[in-house]
């Protein structure tokens, strides 16, 4: 088994390193042409909801990484940030508990979700397209009851809008007020990325989108592994669920659906193989950031809001398109 992982580390970082270099390219290329289209782009204020819209969309990208490495998918992110934020809601304003309780609260109640859904993916063998697809409808849903179909606000809980909207670099440095969001979003992508390429749980994550059969043939337990990993993407969620619900400062639990799609499309971007087996951490901040710059630049120039939902889905398309190039080249 250890020849098996091995040889499929070698062959996954050799060739995801001309993916991240077109991506990060054409990130380049994206800022120099807003930055021309429209003198509004660079200014600071745009910069900053730009950084504050990945912030979310990344972290997000982070969590459905794992799970596409797999050879599966995860379309219950977007309402499961919701459902996080909803029990944040319920654990700091109608419980009025300390907010480290509702920041456990939240991140537990995601890798409790992310492990009904790896339960149903390994154990019951549901296909992951119908099992998240269930567990979005199911958090929705949920989600509204729970809330009373209102959204919870958290002007009771000091401390909790500086999750996100905060700097703690800007207050050491004021020229670079860059939103705690963003930091939150590098942290945890640094440490994905050291489980990713360092620990057991990334080398067996890896092997099970390249050969699930191999590596069970090879004595390891796929199911338990496979839990795992929905069980850390749905962590992950939680955390975009606290630092969305602190940029808004409410939890609004009509919102969610749609967040999925940029989060794919950023994961697809950045060189992550839908077919599983190969993906980086790196390449997928690098999709966050270019959905974050094309999204924000389309609505600096006024485009409608139709032509954007177009758009994302025109690149979603060609970037999986070229997925399959790729893979056939290889």
């Known amino acids: 088994m250890t020849m098996i992982v091995q040889s499929e580390v070698k062959k996954r970082t050799s060739s995801g390193v001309h993916q991240k270099l077109l991506a990060f390219a054409s990130l380049i290329i994206m800022l120099v042409f807003f930055s021309l289209a429209s003198s509004n782009f660079l200014q600071t204020s745009n910069i900053i909801g730009i950084l504050q819209a990945t912030s979310v969309n990344g972290v997000l990208a982070v969590g459905v990484t794992l799970v596409i490495i797999t050879g599966g998918i995860d379309l219950s992110v977007g309402t499961l940030m919701t459902f996080t934020a909803v029990i944040a809601g319920v654990v700091l304003t109608y419980l009025g508990m300390p907010l480290l309780f509702g920041i456990v609260a939240a991140i537990g109640a995601g890798a409790f979700c992310g492990f009904i859904s790896g339960t149903l993916v390994a154990r019951m063998k549901v296909p992951p397209f119908i099992a998240t ?20 606000y958290f002007n009771n ?56 059969e191999a590596a069970r043939l090879s004595g390891v337990d796929t199911d338990f592994w ?35 799609l940029d989060a794919i499309a950023a994961v697809v971007i950045g060189g992550t193989s839908l077919a599983g ?42 970037a999986v398109y070229a997925d399959m190039v790729r893979r056939q080249r290889t």
């Open 277 to 318: 087996g190969r993906g980086s951490i790196l390449g997928t901040i690098i999709g966050a950031f270019i959905m974050s710059v094309l999204l924000n630049g389309l609505r600096i120039m006024s485009v409608a809001q139709e032509w954007q939902t177009i758009v994302t889905g025109l690149i979603i398309i060609l």
């Open 226 to 260: 496979k839990i795992c990993v929905y069980s850390l993407s749905g962590g992950i969620c939680g955390v975009a669920g606290l630092i969305i619900a602190s940029r808004l400062n409410s939890a609004q639990p009509a919102l969610g659906l749609g967040y999925e």
């Open 157 to 212: 809980t000091p401390g909790f809008s500086q999750i996100s909207t905060g700097s703690l670099i800007g207050q050491v440095f004021p020229f670079l007020p860059i939103p705690n969001g963003v930091l939150i979003l590098f942290v945890v992508a640094t440490v994905v990325a050291f489980i990713l390429n360092r620990t057991a749980l990334g080398r067996y994550t890896f092997a099970l989108g390249s050969n699930e």
């Open 133 to 152: 697809l269930g567990m979005m409808l199911i958090l929705k849903g949920t989600s509204l009851v729970i809330s009373g179909t209102k959204p919870i």
